[in-house]
């Protein structure tokens, strides 16, 4: 499974930007999929994840109401639309594909995309 991660970008606060990650193989539809983000100095942070469907999405409390995940299996491809951005948002995203059924934390993540920088400027 290869994942790739792309739509990173430098935008300013108020802003949008919509990621998107794209995975090879014939595995995404029966896996669960999560976006993690990695700001200067600081440990990766899990912030959402989709189940196999996309019927259930969580959120981590810093970016509830302000990103939506989703997941269109026929493309296998998961997007993170980000609205309202701050500059606290600037990071590094990841996405990752678990092979389990968990999509909430501590999300067990089997692969890895290689992550693409979003710079929210204030």
């Known amino acids: 499974v290869q994942l790739q991660a792309s739509g990173g970008g430098l935008v300013q606060a108020g802003g949008s930007l919509r990621l998107s990650c794209a995975a090879s193989?014939?595995?995404?539809?029966?896996?669960?999929m999560g976006w993690f983000h990695q700001a200067p100095g600081k440990e990766r942070e899990f912030i959402s994840g989709i189940n196999r469907s996309g019927g259930g999405i969580y959120y981590a409390n810093s970016v509830k109401g302000r990103f939506t995940t989703s997941r269109d299996n026929r493309k296998n491809t998961m997007y993170l639309q980000m609205n309202s951005l701050k500059p606290e948002d600037t990071a590094v995203y990841y996405c990752?594909?678990?092979?389990?059924?968990?999509?909430?934390?501590?999300?067990?993540?089997?692969?890895w995309g290689q992550g693409t920088l979003v710079t929210v400027s204030s």
């Open positions: 990752a594909l678990g092979r389990g059924l968990e999509y909430r934390p501590p999300f067990p993540a089997d692969y």
């Open positions: 193989g014939r595995v995404f539809s029966s896996s669960v």
